[in-house]
């Protein structure tokens, strides 16, 4: 599967909604990529190939749009998924993990056994798109304290208004699709 093909065909299906939720958010809409087998399809096949060379044990999806492409990744690569949820959803014991957003704060849950008995799990990260990274430090940090070793984190857009990469270089690999 060709990198700029998936790309080109990634930009034609996502869709870009003006003022939401607020004023002056330009939101990227992914239901329009999801009802669209052939483009579902193909990003599924890319990423298959990209991560099924690395043997991972987990794939971790953030809440909500993680879910979607990180359980449809893991069933492709034979490996288990796991979700990072706000707080306050899962309902065994879990570890919290605390970040700021632009006003305020927000939290996201990883449950501790979320690994089973597996010491340093490799564990790839999963979300739709990264802004300011916030969540996925937030994401890693999980991970990482209970005993898995996220080997990478993987988003299909990066807003390039953001800097944050850089920030989430510091824990681990990042690897993104579209950057706009
Ligand atoms: P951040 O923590 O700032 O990197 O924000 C990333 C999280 O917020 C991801 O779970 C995204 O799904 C969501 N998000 C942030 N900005 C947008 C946007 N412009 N369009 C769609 N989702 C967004």
């Known amino acids: 599967?060709?990198?700029?093909?998936?790309?080109?065909?990634?930009?034609?299906?996502i869709r870009n909604v003006p003022d939401f939720p607020k004023p002056g958010i330009q939101f990227k809409?992914?239901?329009?990529?999801?009802n669209n087998a052939k483009v579902f399809n193909m990003l599924m096949e890319f990423l298959?190939?990209?991560?099924?060379?690395?043997?991972?044990?987990?794939?971790?999806?953030?809440?909500?749009?993680?879910?979607?492409?990180?359980?449809?990744?893991?069933?492709?690569?034979?490996?288990?998924f796991v979700p990072i949820r706000k707080k306050g959803k899962l309902p065994f014991t879990s570890v919290v993990e605390k970040y700021a957003l632009e006003y305020g704060f927000d939290e996201i849950e990883i449950h501790v056994?979320?690994?089973?008995?597996?010491q340093n799990a490799k564990v790839l990260l999963i979300d739709d798109?990264?802004?300011?990274?916030?969540?996925?430090?937030?994401?890693i940090k999980l991970i990482n304290s209970?005993?898995?070793?996220?080997?990478?984190?993987?988003?299909?857009?990066?807003?390039?208004?953001?800097?944050?990469?850089?920030k989430i270089k510091r824990y681990t690999k990042v690897f993104t699709i579209l950057d706009i």
């Open 1 to 13: 599967m060709n990198l700029e093909i998936l790309q080109n065909e990634l930009n034609k299906t």
């Open 29 to 34: 809409d992914i239901t329009t990529l999801l």
């Open 48 to 80: 298959e190939e990209r991560y099924k060379k690395i043997d991972l044990d987990f794939v971790a999806g953030i809440e909500s749009r993680g879910f979607i492409f990180g359980a449809a990744l893991a069933t492709r690569l034979n490996a288990g």
């Open 113 to 118: 056994d979320a690994f089973g008995d597996m």
């Open 129 to 139: 798109l990264i802004a300011t990274g916030g969540t996925a430090e937030a994401g």
């Open 146 to 166: 209970i005993g898995g070793n996220c080997i990478e984190a993987c988003f299909l857009l990066r807003l390039l208004d953001f800097d944050a990469v850089d």
